[in-house]
């Protein structure tokens, strides 16, 4: 595994994720861990446009939808 380090952190910064880390329980790196491990697994607002798209395209003509009501209304 590799380390990073994180230069000029202000102190009103550090501090704040000092505390977020003792809120929750765990040491400043064990929260910075974490923060980083589920930022690096959300995909991005432009992966979520892409997979949106490639899920949801249709390629239906409106004879396609009308004949389907047709057909349905026959059936009923």
Same mark, same amino acid.
């Given at each position: 595994?590799?380390?990073?380090?994180?230069?000029?952190?202000? %102190?009103?910064?550090?501090?704040? =994720?000092?505390?977020? @880390? /003792?809120?929750?329980? #765990?040491?400043?790196?064990?929260? !910075?861990?974490?923060?980083?491990?589920? %930022?690096?697994?959300?995909?991005? =607002?432009?992966?979520? @446009? /892409?997979?949106?798209? #490639?899920?949801?395209?249709?390629? !239906?003509?409106?004879?396609?939808?009308?004949?389907?009501?047709?057909?349905?209304?026959e059936r009923g």
């Amino acid at each position: 595994m590799a380390a990073i380090t994180i230069r000029d952190v202000s %102190d009103p910064t550090l501090e704040a =994720l000092k505390l977020k @880390a /003792a809120q929750t329980g #765990r040491s400043l790196q064990a929260y !910075l861990l974490d923060l980083v491990t589920r %930022d690096a697994r959300t995909p991005s =607002l432009a992966d979520m @446009a /892409a997979r949106l798209d #490639r899920e949801t395209h249709v390629d !239906l003509a409106t004879s396609d939808i009308l004949a389907a009501i047709d057909e349905g209304r026959e059936r009923g």
